[in-house]
């Protein structure tokens, strides 16, 4: 075997010149690892110091008052094998999400597009239409949503005024949570914003070219603008399918954190909210937050998989 | 001076305090006694407590208390990170359903040792000192008795021509208040009562005019489930009979005074506390008034109790346990101090002290002071407090097993079996 000068020069340089390196490393780097600091410190100390702890935690029965004491597997045991509610609670997120994402997806670009028209007053509108996402994980606009949509609320009046009396929306398990999802479908302001942005994006002389070739309104949008257009449908369903999946302010708000109509509500981080701050359980709240991360790791990484086969990323 | 914290002006108080340290002000000297006090209640119950805390500095001037509070479901969560972080108050308002917890688990500290010197008990009612003890020691000081009692809007059933409520009245009566108010039509069709099949207190003065009881002294469960499937069915009738709200609107109420249904104009009668007249008749339009809750049959009795509405408690971590301990019997004790607070935490149980307020207190605080004075035939034994857990049962699976059969999707029948099956899985979890 012949060793190439390379190869053998490099063990003797870093036996002899390792503190030299270490100073290279250092003086080439050293100033923007100390503009870093502040970050680093934030990220060992805030993200991932409480995740490895609430990993730990997972593993053990913590009441906040007593030390944790270490039960091994049985908190994912009683979660996969004896929990009712772990299975209500993943049922209602994954309805909201596979109902909640494509609407407000759909509604955004919708709109997006209505605005990309060249209208007058476009940084008006789009003001107006990103409001509600602004404003949209507040206590007030809950609370307002809780005005609108309860028995007598002014849904149901405006429905009175043409012969139909609505149920209470948010107080009757059948349609507790469609009005959570209407909810969510109403912010769409920030995925609107960034279809705007991606639109604009798409060359007019494409379209031009299409039009030469008789292609009509809806033959652009299927063959050019959703093509072009997948970079940033997909960033938006990725942010917004994990959004969906974290989901905890309104249904919070809605239901004084109990979930109900019969658990109609309780979305999988209410759930995990009741059984740590309502029933001290800090443990299992833990391992309920640690099947969450993985279930949003799955998802994603499937979106990931899955994207090179409709996301065209042709410059 | 004393300072409050609320949400509100917490980010301008803590400011002010950043900004106070970075010029280097010491806003405390050495001998100065700085208490922390934690309480869950209204803004009403804040006034009053920081009425009395301002007579104590007046008494007291070298001390400090700062002072916060939160409504209740806020309550707890907050109470139990400050104490797991060590960062306790040191005086905390304390309820019967968790005092045994933090006192198992060495929150709260023994305050015997101060009886008799700090502490002055000689006029305080037996029962209620009694209810602040476990394991046979004294964890708590009552601040008031109180007992569950009916909240009744009087205008609402004059206007239907239905008698109002009395300590007297029974299910068959409310029944058939049920059936007038139908025919009268108040209001866009007021009912009489809430749903209370999912109301605990409710449900335990039941069992126990049938000498029966919530929880066991060794934390079982006190009924079985053909009792679950009568009390299901109690009320199922009651609903179809279109006597009490429907489902729908039983559901708005998540807890809140404000979503109660008699706030909310959608029933006349909401099952609450006696001391809680107050802040009820502060949310309502009409005049209300308390009655018992009802009895099973004329002459039944022994459902309801005296029992101590809340206690001051004493961080076991507090440094300052005797300063603590001498302003908890200036709040129990001290006549200003009370005709500050009224009954707004229950009836006051040292006797000198209901003596001394009783002529000045409002008509509805006098309500509440008779009603829980003359409760007669109707009154029992006080329980054991609950196990842990149990509170699990009373705002989960009580309330929404009572849904799931308000709103059809399970029957009565299989409804209380179920219901027992799934309470006694809470009570054997551990974690």
């Known amino acids: 075997m012949t060793v190439s000068p390379l190869d053998a020069g490099v063990p003797a340089a870093t036996a002899t010149a390792e503190p030299s390196l270490w100073l290279k490393f250092w003086r080439r780097n050293g100033a923007g690892y100390g503009f870093l600091l502040p970050w680093l410190i934030g990220f060992f100390g805030l993200t991932i110091g409480p995740a490895l702890i609430s990993l730990y935690l997972s593993f053990t029965d913590f009441n906040l008052l007593q030390a944790p004491s270490w039960v091994g597997d049985a908190n994912y045991l009683r979660i996969f094998t004896a929990d009712p509610k772990f299975l209500q609670a993943l049922r209602v997120t994954f309805f909201f999400v596979v109902f909640s994402v494509p609407l407000k997806l759909a509604f955004a670009l919708a709109v997006a597009m209505l605005l990309n028209r060249g209208l007058k007053g476009l940084p008006i509108y789009r003001a107006i239409f990103y409001l509600p996402s602004l404003l949209g994980a507040s206590v007030a606009i809950a609370v307002l949503w809780r005005q609108l949509f309860s028995g007598d609320g002014l849904i149901n009046r405006l429905l009175a005024m043409i012969g139909i009396t609505g149920p209470s929306w948010i107080s009757n398990p059948r349609y507790a949570l469609s009005t959570l999802v209407l909810l969510s479908i109403w912010q769409f302001g920030s995925p609107m914003i960034i279809f705007l942005a991606g639109l604009r994006q798409i060359p007019r002389d494409v379209y031009e070219a299409a039009a030469i070739d008789g292609a009509g309104r809806g033959r652009q949008f299927w063959s050019i603008t959703l093509p072009l257009l997948t970079p940033v449908v997909f960033f938006n369903a990725i942010i917004q399918t994990i959004d969906a999946f974290k989901s905890f302010t309104p249904a919070f708000i809605i239901s004084s954190g109990t979930g109900n109509p019969i658990n109609s509500t309780l979305f999988y981080t209410l759930y995990l909210y009741q059984e740590a701050f309502g029933f001290f359980r800090m443990g299992y709240a833990a391992a309920l937050a640690w099947i969450l991360l993985i279930i949003i790791a799955v998802f994603t990484g499937i979106s990931f998989l899955t994207s090179r086969y409709w996301v065209h990323y042709d410059d | ?431």
């Not at chain 2, 300590?167 to 058939?176: E, G, K, P, R």
């Not at chain 2, 809140?256 to 909310?264: A, E, F, G, R």
């Not at chain 2, 004493?314 to 908890?328: E, I, R």
């Open chain 2, 1 to 431: 001076m004393s300072f409050r914290i609320d949400r509100r002006n917490f980010l301008m108080g803590s400011s002010a305090v950043l900004a106070a340290g970075a010029v280097g002000l010491r806003p405390a000297f050495a001998d100065d006694v700085n208490l922390r006090q934690i309480f869950w209640g209204s803004k009403a119950r804040a006034d009053r407590t920081n009425g009395v805390n301002d007579l104590f500095i007046k008494a007291n001037p070298a001390t400090k208390i700062a002072t916060e509070f939160y409504a209740w479901n806020d309550y707890w969560p907050k109470l139990a990170t400050m104490t797991g972080g060590g960062n306790a108050p040191d005086i905390i308002q304390m309820d019967y359903r968790y005092i045994v917890e933090y006192a198992n688990r060495q929150a709260i500290a023994p305050l015997d040792a101060f009886v008799g010197k700090e502490i002055d008990l000689h006029d305080f009612d037996q029962d209620q000192i009694d209810g602040g003890k476990v394991g046979g020691k004294l964890f708590g000081i009552s601040l008031g008795a109180n007992s569950v009692a009916s909240i009744v809007n009087t205008a609402a059933f004059k206007e239907a021509g239905v008698a109002v409520p009395d300590n007297n009245s029974t299910y068959d009566d409310l029944a058939a208040a049920g059936e007038a108010f139908k025919k009268a039509n108040i209001r866009g069709g007021m009912k009489a009562f809430q749903d209370g099949s999912g109301v605990e207190p409710l449900l335990e003065n039941w069992l126990r005019q049938q000498g029966k009881a919530l929880y066991t002294a060794d934390g079982k469960l006190g009924f079985d489930a053909d009792d679950m499937v009568k009390w299901f069915k109690l009320w199922k009738d009651l609903r179809d009979a279109g006597a009490v709200v429907s489902p729908d609107d039983q559901a708005l109420d998540t807890g809140p005074l404000d979503q109660t249904m008699v706030v909310l104009g959608k029933a006349a009668v909401t099952f609450a506390n006696s001391n809680q007249l107050v802040a009820f008749q502060a949310l309502m339009k009409d005049p209300a008034t308390i009655a018992a809750f009802p009895r099973m049959a004329k002459g039944s009795k022994g459902g309801h109790y005296r029992k101590p509405s809340m206690f001051w408690s004493v961080a076991n971590a507090s440094k300052l346990q005797s300063d603590s301990a001498k302003y908890l019997s200036f709040f129990i004790n001290d006549i200003g101090a009370n005709k500050v607070l009224g009954v707004e935490r229950g009836i006051p149980a040292a006797a000198a002290v209901r003596q001394a307020i009783a002529p000045g207190l409002s008509a509805q605080d006098q309500v509440a002071l008779n009603f829980v004075s003359n409760l007669g035939d109707l009154l029992g034994p006080i329980p054991p407090p609950p196990p842990s857990n149990a509170g699990e049962i009373d705002i989960d699976l009580l309330l929404k097993k009572s849904q799931e059969i308000a709103f059809g999707q399970q029957s009565p029948e299989d409804g209380g079996p179920d219901f027992v099956k799934q309470a006694n899985d809470i009570l054997a979890r551990k974690g």
